[in-house]
């Protein structure tokens, strides 16, 4: 599982259930808070992955199934 407070930390996490019933929460792993660059820029080297990661939960909705896994990056 990825050790997401060493990446930057996670921003604007949302849950959702599936029409399976199945529960999964999405996050932003935020590398531009590493501060390269300034606030919110990320411009400066190295750059940081800012990947959207997805994770299904368990049955109980706090629990989790499985490991995190990554469903979008800006291209890098």
């Known amino acids: 599982m990825l050790f997401v407070s060493r990446k ?9 259930v599936d029409s ?13 808070n590493m501060g390269h660059g300034g606030n919110c820029n990320n411009g ?5 992955p800012t990947p959207i990661m997805m994770q299904k ?14 469903i979008l990056d800006r291209g890098m």
């Open 44 to 48: 400066v080297e190295p750059i940081e």
């Open 8 to 16: 930057g930390g996670s921003i604007d996490p949302a849950g959702f």
């Open 57 to 70: 939960m368990a049955a109980d909705g706090v629990n989790t199934d499985g490991d995190a896994f990554q």
């Open 20 to 32: 399976d019933g199945a529960i999964y929460v999405v996050w932003k792993i935020d590398g531009n």
